[in-house]
């Protein structure tokens, strides 16, 4: 498995569309500011359309909320979730990936996608499932990393 | 956590966590609305939760929560609508006004629009939640 270990700078320098890098304090406020800023550099690089993009926001947003609620300090940084995004050109591939420090308190088996049925965590679960074409979570004692991948991503 | 902002008109009488979140109830006969604008999150579902919990007090006949000024809405305030719908109904009715995509999208993609009672504006949901029975 390939950790992936976010740069330390809170922003890229340029603005391209091939990568774009956001880490925030453990806290949703935080979490309601990459948002702003992560919708800001879609609407800037692609051309996807309103709800594309909304639901790019929505999925990253659930996986900070669970980073922010479920992560354990980071020992190194405590309290950061750091958030990442890579565009490739040739596959039109968006890979987010958000990390935090600590270790999800992930149920065993996924939640039923029954509504009414679901926790609270099942719901953002289940949110960022169907609203990504690829949806990854690593967990470890070092950190858990969840990564989003939308395919043919304009 | 940021200082707490007092809220700016309506009857809330609540303060705000948030700049990006407002809530404000206004009642019409026996019916309570709660017109949220800005953003649901984890950070603000809560203080929607508190605005409902307020509305409750003054035993309406229906709670109307009005999301049409609403441009985000993640898990932390669908599940403020879900345990609403479960703990409020069928003693007193409970109807959501979607309004635009932001709210309308997480709702229908986990398919809530067949739990919760969606309805196009408030008016609509003013009529047909206002009766007595």
């Known amino acids: ?154 | 956590m940021s200082h707490p902002i007092p809220a700016i008109g309506g009857d809330a009488g609540a303060f705000s966590v948030s700049p990006r979140f407002g809530v404000q109830r206004h009642w019409v006969d026996q019916v309570v609305v709660v017109a949220v604008s800005g953003e649901v999150d984890a950070l603000t579902a809560p203080q929607l939760s508190a605005a409902i919990d307020e509305a409750m007090a003054g035993s309406p006949v229906a709670v109307i929560v009005d999301l049409s000024q609403v441009s985000f809405l993640a898990a932390a305030g669908l599940s403020v609508l879900l345990t609403t719908h479960g703990q409020v109904t069928p003693n007193v009715g409970f109807g959501v006004v979607a309004g635009g995509m932001a709210a309308r999208r997480p709702i229908t993609v986990l398919g809530l629009d067949h739990v919760l009672l969606l309805c196009p504006t408030v008016e609509d949901a003013v009529r047909d939640l206002g009766g007595s029975g």
């Open chain 1, 1 to 154: 498995m390939n950790r992936f270990h976010p740069p330390a700078a809170d922003v890229t320098a340029s603005d391209g569309r091939s990568h774009w890098v956001h880490s925030v304090s453990e806290d949703t406020g935080g979490a309601a500011h990459v948002r702003g800023e992560l919708a800001g550099w879609l609407q800037r690089h692609f051309t996807m359309n309103e709800q594309r993009r909304g639901d790019v926001v929505l999925a990253v947003n659930e996986a900070m909320a669970n980073a922010v609620e479920f992560g354990s300090p980071n020992p190194i940084s405590p309290g950061m979730v750091v958030c990442t995004a890579a565009y490739d050109e040739h596959t039109r591939t968006l890979t987010v990936r958000v990390t935090d420090g600590g270790r999800w308190r992930l149920a065993a088996t996924p939640p039923p996608l029954t509504p009414g049925h679901c926790p609270r965590r099942g719901r953002g679960m289940a949110l960022m499932r169907l609203l990504t074409d690829e949806l990854r979570i690593d967990p470890s004692e070092q950190g858990t990393q969840v990564t989003l991948i939308w395919i043919d991503l304009r």
